[in-house]
């Protein structure tokens, strides 16, 4: 698979005892579950009591970033997941974590994978019982190769009808 993935949630300081998340899964995790729990966490990014922002590439809590700490209130969460040079063989994408929107400003941090890593679901989740989420949203940039079928199609469509 390749592509390039967003993942963006606002998670909001639900009290003075939270741990909430949002990322990619190898595996369904539940609502009292959380990323670290085994290796179903595959690239995630925490808000902890005391607005502790990290970011896990996985598997499980390996591989993290530290992110800043005091933060107050509702945080916008963002992922982006690059599988666009995945070749299967040395080059198996990377992963960055942002603070707020997609801007060079706001990145946490990123992390290389060095093997193949599997993603089967996104979602969010929480160490403690209660989770409060917002604006939670996926998106997939289409892969050069896909841009350049709808074009043609579109192409072939508007000549068509003009015949």
């Known amino acids: 698979m390749s592509g390039l993935f967003t993942l963006s949630a606002t998670i909001a300081e639900t009290s003075t005892n939270f741990f909430n998340g949002v ?12 990323f670290t729990n085994g290796s179903v966490g595959q690239g995630f990014l925490i808000y902890r009591n005391g607005g502790e922002l990290d970011g896990f590439a996985g598997p499980g809590s390996g591989n993290g970033v530290d992110g800043p700490d005091a933060q107050t209130g509702d945080q916008l969460l963002t992922i982006v997941l690059d599988l666009t040079t995945h070749d299967n063989t040395t080059d198996f994408g990377s992963i960055s974590f942002y603070q707020g929107s997609v801007d060079p ?9 060095t093997s193949d890593q599997s993603f089967d ?21 289409p892969e050069p190769g896909s841009l350049a079928l709808l074009g043609l199609g579109g192409l072939l469509i508007a000549r068509h009808r003009r015949d």
Do not use: C, K
């Open 23 to 34: 990322g990619f899964f190898n595996s369904g995790v539940g609502t009292a579950g959380n």
């Open 105 to 113: 400003g706001n990145l946490i941090g990123s992390h290389t994978y």
């Open 121 to 141: 679901a996104v979602g969010f989740s929480t160490a403690r019982s209660e989770t409060t989420l917002s604006n939670f949203q996926l998106d997939q940039v």
